[in-house]
């Protein structure tokens, strides 16, 4: 008998492993009764689109919630209607059937009743005619505080609410509306 010529084929297939959505986000800002409200919940991993909901709990009065185009985000917004303490438990699941959910706590105070005061040491240029100053409650997003230049090193915000975490920056502008990039932050819990 001729030698016979054993040939093995070996095909592996690949199933890839759908990886686990998670939220990121894992404290919402507080808010005021009849004021605008504004927080964001994201999430990350797995694959989309996202779906999400509420599962416990209720959001407070007045505030609804709505998914990004991406979907990789839940935004929640509206003017609170009734103050309180409101909890709930945000879920995302991505396409692969995984799901995550994390617990918020978010306080609607009944009016304002603090005041932070930020200072900082003003720019030596000649060339500076003002600051802009940025918060993120909670960490979550910066955003613009102030309409217009101010000129003063002092900066008081009173719309800040009961248990909340704010971070704050500035920022200096030149004669030619150049702004510098943001200052080192600041953190101030209101208790």
Sequence with gaps: ??????SVLLVVFTVPALAYVDI????????????????????????TPYVW??????????????ASNTTTSLTLTGTPQTAGTYSFSGQVTGCGGHHSSVSYKIVIQPTLNHVVDVTWKPSASTNVVGYDVYRAPDGVTWKKINVSLIASTLYSDSTVA???????AATAVDLEGHESAKSATIKVTVP
Aim: aromatic share 8%.
């Design 162 to 168: 009961n248990g909340s975490t704010y971070y704050y």
């Design 1 to 6: 008998m001729k030698g016979s010529l054993a």
């Design 53 to 66: 909901n509420v599962v416990s709990g209720k959001l407070p009065a007045g505030i609804s919630a709505k």
């Design 24 to 47: 990121t986000t894992t404290a919402l800002p507080n808010g005021v009764l009849g004021t605008s409200y504004s927080g964001v919940i994201s999430a990350s991993g797995g694959c």
